[in-house]
């Protein structure tokens, strides 16, 4: 996802936005301390909207349930 910032495609998919899969669980659980943490979660949430942020024409995000909570961020 980092590589797309500031670039704009016709159609983005962005897939498996699970609970588990964004925030990635295994970075979260690698985490010290709550700081670290909200730094996790700013950047995973911040990767997120620049992916689904490039699509210009059509954007398909994909995942299971339970989805992740910062899909929730999107649809405002």
Known sequence: MPLAKGLEFRAVVVM????EVIPLQVRIEAVGDDANLQE????ERHLLYVACT??????LVT????????LDDLRQ
């Not at 995942?63 to 910062?70: A, D, H, K, N």
């Open 63 to 70: 995942g299971v349930t339970p989805v992740s909570e910062f």
């Open 40 to 43: 996790v979660y700013d950047t």
């Open 16 to 19: 498996a936005c699970d609970d």
């Open 54 to 59: 490039r699509a210009r024409d059509h954007l």
